[in-house]
């Protein structure tokens, strides 16, 4: 299915895997490049030399285009842009706005640049500065998200600009590709859908605890970092909703000390990278501190298997996947299904 995601990008079919934390390691953004897809490794919570050693895992497993996602707020962003482009990686992602100096180095380089947005005026202040597409999450989406549905939101920036557009949030299947096509759309990307295969690392024990959740148990939270995150209801996420200021930044500073013995950071910089997140936010220090380290409690789960430590970020469509597919069957499957819709569509008329 040739659309303008699969021109600009090079893979064959439009179906993206999102670079989730701790998941979207080389394996699983090889399996999904291998598939035909666009693979996106998460960069956010690896070293310098980890990235470059992970860019080069990936292309020693596939010859197939792939990309990889940044932090536009790293303090570090342009130092991970100047390997993207030494590594010959296809597709440049990011989380946030990038500016519009790290957008021109790297279509300057001839990486194709897709910033993710969740408002219509960020679309078109990225596509003013340069992006090539840009990636919508709507309120369904796991992670940090926002409050409108992908069904208003994607029609919105679709009308907006004019460059492809790639939707997120609710998506798991073939029909919802074509109806995310109909809407304008050039393709569609997936993080829980990708979570949930055979190629993900995460633990078994984890992706069962996402198996059996239903819809009603993957809610938005404020709890952790003081921003709206989606993601699995567990014993932490409510122990967090019943804490009080107090045994909040305990609780922050215990974990916080973890992650910096696990990633190096140096208290000053995280701080620094929690108060990135606080600018225009009323958050109290507990929150900064959790800011800040989120990616460990993203670790504990994805890595570690301990549910009862760490948050599970999840989309909506958790609630509806009961299965642990390989990649390769995800998207012979999904574009299986959008084929059948697409033809009893027309036979319909």
Known sequence: ??????????????????????????????????????????????????????????RARTDAPFGVNLRADAADAGDRVRILIEEGVRVASFALAPSRELIGE????????????????????????????????????????????????????????????????GFFDGRGLV?????????????????LTSDSTVPEAVKARYLAATVRDVTVTRAVDGL?????????????????????????????????????????????DGLALRHGKDLAWSQVLLAANTPMLLKASMVDGRTDLGVMASGQVAGVIDDLPSCAEVVERIMREAEDTRRRLTASR
């Not at 394996?27 to 999904?32: E, I, P």
Request: aromatic fraction near 4%.
């Open 228 to 272: 709206p995150h989606r993601m699995l209801r567990t014993e932490l996420v409510e122990a967090l909703e019943r804490s009080g200021r107090v045994r909040g930044a305990l609780q922050a500073v215990r974990r916080a000390a973890g992650y910096r013995k696990l990633s190096g950071t140096s208290w000053r910089r995280m701080l620094q």
């Open 1 to 58: 299915m040739e659309t303008a995601l699969t021109r600009l990008t090079g893979v064959r079919h439009p179906l993206v895997q999102t670079g989730m934390g701790w998941v979207a390691g080389p394996r699983l953004v090889s399996a999904t490049a291998n598939a035909g897809a666009l693979g996106i490794l998460a960069s956010a919570t690896m070293t310098l030399d980890r990235l470059r050693a992970s860019v080069r895992e990936v």
């Open 179 to 195: 109806a995310a096509l109909a809407y304008g759309a050039a393709g569609v990307a997936m993080g829980t859908r990708f979570l």
């Open 106 to 169: 790297l279509k300057e380089a001839g990486v194709v640049v897709m910033p993710t947005v969740g408002a219509r005026r960020h679309a078109e202040k990225v596509a003013a500065w340069g992006a090539d597409a840009v990636l919508v999450q709507g309120a369904e989406g796991g992670g940090h998200t926002g409050e409108v549905a992908t069904t208003v939101l994607l029609p919105q920036v679709v009308d907006a600009v004019d460059l492809p557009v790639v939707a997120a949030g």
